[in-house]
């Protein structure tokens, strides 16, 4: 088998991503009709899918099988309970994050890819926040065990504080910063 060099153009300087320091402008981008724009995004939510259930799939795996460790029945009522919650986040956060693809089999060629990338991207967002509240409350049930007195419930909220910034905050701002730089 033998590879071969392809050999892409070089970019002008218009041409640069923002990755490189240059943001372009609108009349950078290929215009996209409605039908484009809306297989593209679907596409990125499938992409975004994929990524978001492995993770949350292999959490709720691993959270499944505590229950049926020989230390489980020594926790706590406190433990229990974060435990129960952990799991129902987890199985919800499953059950939003795996959605985009049972209605995307249901409806796939009656023409409603707007609704569905609507409805994905919501189911998404809830999902993506179900997940968040499972880590934060599995780092709670393991630190809990491990780390003596309040301190398991400070690093827990600061775990949490990052995820609401690194996954909203960020995002968010980063959204505004964009539409008030389009509108100057």
Not at 109 to 128: I, N, S
Not at 137 to 163: D, E, N, S
Request: hydrophobic letters at 45%.
């Amino acid at each position: 088998m033998t590879t071969k060099s392809i050999r892409r153009p070089e970019a002008s300087t218009h041409e640069r991503c923002a990755c490189e320091g240059y943001a372009g402008d609108a009349t950078d981008e290929t215009p996209e009709t409605p039908r484009e724009r809306v297989n593209r995004r679907w596409n990125e939510i499938m992409q975004e899918t994929r990524v978001a259930q492995t993770g949350v799939q292999i959490l709720f795996g691993f959270l499944l099988s505590v229950a049926f460790t020989p230390l489980f029945h020594d926790l706590g009522t406190f433990d229990h309970a974060v435990y129960v919650t952990t799991v129902i986040s987890g199985a919800t956060a499953t059950a939003c994050l795996i959605a985009p693809v049972s209605i995307h089999r249901f409806l796939s060629g009656q023409r409603m890819k707007d609704e569905m990338v609507e409805v994905a991207h919501r189911l998404m967002m809830c999902g993506m926040l179900l997940m968040a509240v499972t880590i934060g409350c599995t780092l709670l049930l393991i630190l809990h065990v491990v780390v003596p007195g309040h301190m398991a419930k400070l690093l827990v909220g600061g775990v949490m504080v990052w995820f609401a910034l690194s996954w909203y905050a960020l995002p968010l701002w980063l959204r505004h910063r964009s539409a008030r730089r389009a509108t100057s």
